[in-house]
């Protein structure tokens, strides 16, 4: 499946029972005004709840279900835009209503929007919305960067949210006939619940494999590579892939426990797994001190950054920071299987103090035929520019480009390529934040 078809089938599936609904309206449902606002209010009613259950069944985090979407990370992105859109119809749905009851006098408009007693049918439809409103809220970055353990818990009210929707949308039901609607409502709802159980359930059962940190390695004061050794079954994966990792460790200051995705920064063929980690907030200080002999979980493989077939296609990687994991991840493969590659990497650090495994890379750059390394020093070039890239990367135009880091870089480095006239499909991306 294209990735473009994988982004695209979500909206169509959320758009068919609006489809549905709409072409079983009949003529008087568009006879006025105040008949197509009404039709208008119970289409984007049967949007919101649709959408709602699609975005809530994209959630699930079976490994190998993001890699027709490119990642991860780009069907986070489509679960949140549907999750957004759904936000803009339940918004809309309740306005709709009371303007096409408005046609007919201002108090049947009141009498819309407001419950009389227990009419659980109104209160249920305002208990989603409510609780729509609090969890996607701090999504949006006019709210600033939400904390990011704050903004998790938010997001169970989407529980909430989605049988608040349920139960109103059944309770007062119009627009489907009830088998249809039985149907179709409870097709979604079971994906969603499916995808739910195994996120929050099944997956700590029987998608988590137990490993024991055998090594931890202090390539700087900041970042810790630990090596893991499985208890039982070892993970399979392709390189620049990337797993949660769970401690299990009473001693660690914070994160007992607590998921994380980390990029794995060995080779598949290793008996071990290696993952290079940065002090960047409080569970990745803490594991800083982890030691020889604790357990973590790790869940996964997920992402999709490298291509899965090897092909002759020049390549150009731009990593910032600790962005240069998957990067180390396939070059250890390459020189594992004595393989070579047509690829120029522009590592880009504030100064040679913080490009951590540069020695490592300018090794495995003699070692591995047709790989070259570019260091970019903040400090001394400023941003990376398209003159910067010329320079060290003459064709850099016609090379298929893979950025990760944080980002700022990996925007800085997208629009770079793109004004230079590299294609959009030519540019693939790792973003290091999943929010
Ligand atoms: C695909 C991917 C691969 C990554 N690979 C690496 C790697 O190889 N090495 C490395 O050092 N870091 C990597 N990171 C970043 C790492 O996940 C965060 O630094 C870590 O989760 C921070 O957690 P914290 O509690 O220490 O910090 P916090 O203060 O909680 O957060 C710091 C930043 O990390 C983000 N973050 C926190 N928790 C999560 C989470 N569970 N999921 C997504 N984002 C989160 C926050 O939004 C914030 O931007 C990767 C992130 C992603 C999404």
């Known amino acids: 499946m294209s990735r473009r078809l994988a982004h695209a089938l979500p909206w169509i599936v959320a758009a068919i029972p609006v489809m549905v609904a709409l072409l079983l309206a009949s003529a008087a449902e568009f006879a006025s005004a105040g008949a197509i ?7 984007t009613g049967i949007a919101a709840l649709s959408l709602l259950l699609v975005s809530a069944a994209l959630a699930c985090r079976v490994p190998g279900f993001d890699l027709p979407f490119g990642g991860l990370t780009k069907l986070w992105a489509t679960h949140h835009r549907l999750g957004a859109a759904a936000l803009f119809m339940v918004l809309a749905h309740p306005v709709l209503l009371s303007l096409s009851a408005a046609t007919a006098s201002l108090d049947a408009a009141a009498l819309t929007l407001v419950p009389a ?43 909430l949210a ?42 700590r059962r029987a998608g988590r494999l ?20 499985p208890f039982e079954h070892s993970l399979k994966f392709s390189a620049g892939q990337f797993v949660y990792l769970a401690p299990y460790d009473r001693q660690l ?16 063929g290793e008996r071990a797994l290696r993952i290079a980690i940065k002090d960047l907030g409080d569970a990745s200080r803490a594991i800083q001190s982890i030691a020889p002999g604790s357990e973590v979980r790790i869940e996964g493989p997920y992402g999709d950054f ?46 040679q103090a913080r490009a951590h495994f540069s020695e490592e890379l300018e090794a495995l750059a003699a070692q591995v035929p047709g790989f070259d390394l570019t260091q970019h020093f903040f400090f001394r070039e400023g941003p990376l520019s398209a003159e910067f890239l010329a320079t060290h990367c003459p064709d850099f135009v016609s090379r298929r480009a893979y950025i990760c880091g944080p980002d700022p870089l990996l925007e800085r480095a997208r629009s770079i390529l793109l004004r230079a006239g590299v294609a959009r499909d030519q540019i693939v991306t790792e973003e290091f934040t999943l929010l």
């Open 162 to 203: 989605v049988l608040g929707a349920l139960v109103h949308t059944f309770l007062l039901a119009r627009s489907l006939p009830s088998a249809l609607s039985v149907g179709i409502w409870g097709v979604l709802a079971a994906a969603a619940l499916a995808a739910v159980a195994w996120r929050f359930v099944f997956s």
């Open 37 to 43: 606002l009404n039709l208008l209010g119970r289409l």
């Open 117 to 159: 007693g227990a009419d659980w049918a109104m209160w249920s439809g305002w208990i989603a919305l409510l609780a729509m409103v609090v969890f996607l809220a701090p999504s949006f970055a006019f709210f600033g960067e939400p904390e990011y353990q704050r903004w998790r818990w938010l997001h169970r009210l989407s529980a």
């Open 253 to 268: 200051a914070a994160g007992y426990a607590e998921e994380h995705p980390y990029t794995l920064s060995s080779a598949p």
């Open 306 to 351: 490298f291509p899965r077939h090897d092909s002759a296609e020049p390549e150009l990687w731009i990593a910032g920071g600790i962005g240069i994991t998957p990067f180390l991840g396939r070059l250890r493969h390459l020189a594992a299987t004595q393989q070579s590659l047509d690829a120029r990497l522009v590592y880009c650090v504030q100064d």
């Open 210 to 229: 137990r490993y024991t940190v055998a090594e931890v390695a202090r390539p700087a004061n900041n970042i810790v590579e630990l090596s893991l050794r």
